[in-house]
């Protein structure tokens, strides 16, 4: 069995309906999609990935009256994220209510929810009469996808459907919220960086701690190595590192500037972080495809989606 990969919203609901998986797309990446309230058809999400079932799932709705149906307590500032950020790529880790399988919040008593903006997902959601829970469509630990073809090359034989909704716009996985003090106005953790950057969150509800303890992963996003392609990949300076091995084939991912090497994937000469982050994981995945031995990046502005990029580039390099 090969998957089907279409754009027919119908087709991907009747067999959502039917316990099966749909890979979906969303602004920000490719999710693997099963009905949230189903356990079976979540297990098989675990099953597909090779996912650890300590690793909870993001639930996605289609409209934001729906999140009563999947969480409850929130405190104002909650409303106000919604107001400010979705239909977007921000995820809310909010108290859950019993209807959600634990299953898919690996026994947690929260649950992480979003409304993707994509208009492909948000038709589909809304001709659902459940919520879907959807992480990243890739195997546990690699490169989350941007294309259908990419989540075909890694998922194909293994699910019926992929709705192709074109390439992620965004690009990077959303940016995840966790309200940990519910009295009063609320105070918010960042677990994740991601498509919202922090100081546009910040604007809307004031400093948000960043939970960077590794020894302690609340969620399993924070373990260190993540978004891994295959081959070695290194961090730093990229003239230095290039010369340190001048024997070697060697991949590049760098911002604005072009260096020395055929495999060098300049991801925005005029130096747009949004479209860097758009062009990242397709860069390291051809990267990764490629003859290229040793990829090496550089390090991104530390602002704005440069925040996000950097994260995911400096947990794929993280030794294994
Ligand atoms: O942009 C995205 O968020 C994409 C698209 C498909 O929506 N999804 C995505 O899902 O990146 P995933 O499963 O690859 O990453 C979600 C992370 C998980 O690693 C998990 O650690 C964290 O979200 N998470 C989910 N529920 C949580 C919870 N209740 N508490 C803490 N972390 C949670
Ligand atoms: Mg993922």
Redesign the pocket.
């Known amino acids: 069995m090969k998957a089907v990969i279409r754009n027919d919203i119908h087709a991907a609901a009747e067999l959502l309906r039917n316990g099966e998986l749909v890979a979906i797309p969303?602004e920000?990446?490719?999710?693997l999609a099963a009905n949230a309230f189903d356990p079976d058809a979540v297990l098989k999400i675990f099953q597909v990935k090779e996912r650890p079932a300590f690793?909870?799932?993001?639930v996605?709705i289609g409209k934001k009256e729906d999140l009563d149906r999947v969480a409850f307590s929130f405190p104002p500032s909650a409303e106000a994220l919604i107001e400010n950020f979705w239909p977007g790529?921000l995820?809310l880790?909010l108290p859950k209510r019993r209807e959600v399988p634990d299953l898919v919040?690996s026994g947690?008593d929260?649950?992480?929810v979003?409304m993707?903006a994509h208009p492909i997902a948000l038709q589909l959601l809304q001709h659902l009469d459940f919520p879907l829970a959807?992480?990243?469509a890739n195997p546990f630990g690699y490169i989350?996808p941007t294309t259908a073809k990419y989540v075909s090359d890694q998922l194909g034989d293994r699910i019926p459907y992929i709705l192709d909704g074109g390439p992620a716009m965004i690009g990077v996985?959303?940016t995840?919220l966790?309200c940990e003090e519910h009295e009063g106005a609320g105070k918010w953790r960042c677990?994740?960086v991601?498509?919202i950057p922090l100081e546009v969150i910040e604007k809307v509800i004031g400093k948000v701690e960043h939970r960077s303890d590794p020894a302690a992963p609340?969620?399993?996003?924070m373990l260190t190595t993540h978004y891994a392609p295959r081959k070695p990949l290194l961090i730093g300076d990229v003239r230095i590192l290039i010369a340190q091995d001048p024997q070697k084939r060697i991949g590049v991912i760098a911002f604005r500037d072009r260096f020395p090497s055929a495999y060098c994937h300049t991801l925005s000469p005029s130096g747009d972080l949004s479209e860097a982050a758009r062009g990242l994981f397709s860069a390291l995945r051809e990267l990764d495809n490629s003859d290229v031995e040793l990829i090496v990046a550089e390090l991104f502005p530390a602002k704005g989606r440069g925040n996000a990029i950097n994260d995911r580039l400096l947990r794929a390099s993280a030794s294994r």
């Open positions: 969303t920000t990446v490719y999710g690793d909870p799932l993001i996605h790529p995820t880790v919040t947690l929260t649950v992480g979003r993707p959807a992480p990243s989350s996985e959303s995840i966790g677990y994740r991601g498509g609340v969620a399993p996003v």
